[in-house]
């Protein structure tokens, strides 16, 4: 089952919206939500990582010509 980073955070954010008290617990909370929220967020935009395809080389170690010869 794959994670919904977007419902999670609209529900985070909606919790931030109930916290408005001006007490030290309610600041406390609003903090912890934040950091939540950052990796929610973070999560949500990460780019799955990419599979390195190796570059041919030559025998002698160098990248071969991609430009065709023109020359000839």
Partial sequence: ???DFAAAHLHL???CHYLRGDDETSRAALAAL???IEAVAAAQHARPMADVLPF???ANGGVPCLQPDLSA
């Fill in 1 to 3: 089952m794959k994670s």
């Fill in 13 to 15: 954010d909606r919790a």
């Fill in 34 to 36: 934040d950091l939540v």
């Fill in 56 to 58: 041919p080389r030559r």
